[in-house]
């Protein structure tokens, strides 16, 4: 699986928007962006995936560059309930296996 | 709501006890995964199963084993508990699907401490 580098921690105002950065520079063709968050002692929790195009559902957006070299989540309106850790994951679709790095830290603050 | 429940939140075991995690589903899921997560190592796969009776070794199964004989339900089984197995446990579920395994649902986690 292609490796992914994240920011370690960032902070976003309640209400406004989260863009969280993961680069994935060696990603392959037939690989997927993933990503989860882990709210603080609960298990981690599906957020958005993609291939090439943009993907947004209920909970956020996941734009993808046009080289796949990297990605950017959005929350569109962040609250105090989306802080948690975030992860970005770069896998094939068939491969069963989740793999977490550490991850970036986002607090919302009030 | 798929829901992906855990047998404790926390447990507090012996060095040398037989320990049983169990997790169950209710989305009528054909996959089921068993992972450990620590700190500084993230998340790692200990084992999975894709149909009843059916297993696969993760990354680190050593120390443990799996029993599934019924879909909703996938037990990870400790048979003698040793310290360097205190972690948090995390069960998941997804359906099996070709081309796109899409998205895994976890539960709460069962933090294990051995002493």
């Known amino acids: 699986d292609a490796k992914t580098t994240q920011p370690t921690s960032m902070d976003c105002a309640e209400g406004r928007a989260a863009n969280l950065p993961c680069n994935h520079s060696?990603?392959?063709?037939?690989?997927?962006v993933y990503w989860y968050r882990q709210i603080h002692s609960q298990g981690p929790q599906y957020i958005i995936h993609?291939?090439?195009n943009n993907e947004t559902n209920e909970m956020a957006s996941l734009i993808i560059t046009e080289d796949r070299k990297s990605s950017t989540l959005i929350l569109p309106h962040a609250t105090l309930r989306d802080t948690a850790v975030y992860y970005c994951?770069?896998?094939?679709?068939?491969?069963?296996?989740?793999?977490f790095g550490a991850g970036t830290t986002v607090t919302v603050r009030a | 709501d798929v829901k992906v429940t855990q047998s404790s939140r926390y447990l507090v075991k012996r060095t040398g006890e037989k320990v049983f995690l169990e997790c169950v589903q209710d989305?009528?899921?054909?996959?089921m995964f068993w992972y450990r997560q620590d700190p500084g190592l993230g998340l790692r796969l200990i084992y999975f199963?894709?149909?009843?009776?059916?297993?696969e070794k993760g990354d680190i199964p050593e120390g443990y084993s799996v029993s599934r004989e019924k879909k909703e339900r996938f037990s990870l089984i400790l048979e003698s508990a040793s310290t360097n197995q205190t972690s948090m446990y995390l069960c998941?579920?997804?359906?099996?699907?070709?081309?796109?395994?899409?998205?895994?649902?976890f539960g709460p986690g069962t933090r294990l401490t051995v002493l």
């Open positions: 998941a579920s997804s359906f099996l699907r070709r081309g796109d395994v899409g998205e895994q649902f």
């Open positions: 060696t990603i392959s063709g037939n690989e997927y």
């Open positions: 993609g291939l090439k």
């Open positions: 994951i770069v896998r094939v679709a068939i491969d069963y296996k989740l793999s």
């Open positions: 989305m009528d899921h054909e996959n």
């Open positions: 199963s894709y149909d009843v009776k059916m297993k």
